[in-house]
């Protein structure tokens, strides 16, 4: 690949086929490799939780909006658990009465225009701007803290949720756990665009969003937090993962730990030139 460098922007983050045809059809599905789930799955210890890419999309939106605003993984927890219990992590443009978006939310009861709502990053805004609110929302249960911000008469119902909320919470934000998904071929996009969502999750957060390499298909982009912290980078990587069915990241290299977009991961000992990046890098198809 030829070094091109420069600084986008900075961000406010045949042989089987033979032997299936002589053995027949239930050797032949054996053998064939399935077609991407467009799934992913975040991984704890004890653990795992699988959603659609879309919806992990959702709530890496949630998570990003979380940081952003100032909130930990207890405070991110307790978004993602109140949109798991709401929407199934779906931007519903229904629900009860006047309810729609991740959280259902409802314009009759002052959380903004229906399509202001519907907005994914203003709707978790407006979430945890409510969670602030709460009096003591750090020593509050999980439910009892969703409660509190969404008035449920169901107000229990949240705590089914919970540890799979904060399986997501504490992967993507880098302190435990990974997040890895099978997507279909990305479409292709431009660096740009990739730069554009950074800055769209992460305003005022101070990403620096480089173009490393570039071979005339690929793009190999380098994406730097303010603090270089592992964890810091573990979330940078995690954010890119999830966001990656929309984004058209192709694989997420941390390190030399290397999502793929084919659901695998891969760990190689990185080039000295980039053994001690300050960041990840993520490569996009760009034509």
Same mark, same amino acid.
Request: aromatic share 10%.
């Given at each position: 690949?030829?070094?091109?460098?420069?600084?986008?922007?900075?961000?406010?983050?045949?042989?089987?086929?033979?032997?299936?045809?002589?053995?027949?059809?239930?050797?032949?599905?054996?053998?064939?490799?399935?077609p991407p789930?467009n799934q992913?799955?975040?991984?704890?210890?004890?653990?795992?939780?699988?959603?659609?890419?879309?919806?992990?999309?959702? !709530?890496?939106?949630?998570? @990003?909006?979380?940081?952003?605003?100032?909130? $930990?993984?207890? =405070?991110?927890?307790? %978004? &993602?658990?109140?949109?798991?219990?709401?929407?199934?992590?779906?931007?519903?443009?229904?629900?009860?009465?006047?309810?729609?978006?991740?959280?259902?939310?409802?314009?009759?009861?002052?959380?903004?225009?229906?399509?202001?709502?519907?907005?994914?990053?203003?709707?978790?805004?407006?979430?945890?701007?409510?969670?602030?609110?709460?009096?003591?929302?750090?020593?509050?249960?999980?439910?009892?803290?969703?409660?509190?911000?969404?008035r449920s008469?169901?107000?229990?119902?949240?705590?089914?949720?919970?540890?799979?909320?904060?399986?997501?919470?504490?992967?993507?934000?880098?302190?435990?756990?990974?997040?890895?998904?099978?997507?279909?071929?990305?479409? !292709?996009?431009?660096?740009? @665009?990739?730069?554009?969502?950074?800055?769209? $999750?992460?305003? =005022?957060?101070?990403? %620096? &969003?480089?173009?490393?390499?570039?071979?005339?298909?690929?793009?190999?982009?380098?994406?730097?937090?303010?603090?270089?912290?592992?964890?810091?980078?573990?979330?940078?990587?995690?954010?890119?993962?999830?966001?990656?069915?929309?984004?058209?990241?192709?694989?997420?290299?941390?390190?030399?730990?290397?999502?793929?977009?084919?659901?695998?991961?891969?760990?190689?000992?990185?080039?000295?030139?980039?053994?001690?990046?300050?960041?990840?890098?993520?490569?996009?198809?760009?034509?």
């Amino acid at each position: 690949m030829a070094r091109t460098g420069g600084v986008i922007a900075t961000a406010a983050f045949l042989g089987v086929a033979t032997v299936a045809v002589l053995w027949g059809p239930a050797l032949y599905s054996s053998f064939t490799a399935s077609p991407p789930s467009n799934q992913c799955t975040v991984s704890t210890p004890i653990a795992h939780y699988s959603r659609s890419a879309e919806r992990t999309d959702n !709530v890496a939106i949630i998570a @990003a909006v979380g940081w952003v605003n100032g909130f $930990d993984e207890k =405070g991110v927890t307790i %978004a &993602v658990t109140t949109a798991i219990q709401e929407s199934g992590l779906r931007n519903l443009n229904y629900g009860d009465r006047d309810s729609v978006g991740l959280f259902q939310q409802r314009a009759s009861q002052g959380w903004g225009t229906v399509e202001q709502i519907m907005d994914a990053r203003y709707s978790a805004t407006m979430f945890y701007t409510a969670l602030g609110k709460v009096n003591g929302w750090e020593n509050l249960r999980v439910t009892e803290a969703a409660q509190a911000v969404q008035r449920s008469g169901f107000p229990e119902a949240y705590a089914s949720h919970e540890a799979e909320g904060r399986a997501w919470a504490n992967a993507l934000g880098g302190v435990e756990g990974t997040v890895s998904c099978e997507l279909t071929a990305p479409d !292709v996009t431009t660096a740009r @665009a990739f730069s554009d969502r950074v800055a769209l $999750d992460f305003p =005022g957060a101070g990403f %620096a &969003v480089e173009v490393l390499e570039s071979d005339g298909n690929t793009t190999v982009l380098g994406i730097k937090p303010t603090d270089a912290t592992d964890q810091s980078l573990r979330r940078l990587q995690s954010w890119a993962i999830a966001t990656a069915s929309t984004t058209g990241a192709e694989w997420a290299d941390l390190r030399g730990s290397r999502w793929t977009r084919n659901g695998t991961w891969q760990q190689s000992n990185p080039t000295q030139q980039w053994a001690n990046y300050p960041g990840i890098r993520v490569a996009v198809r760009t034509s």
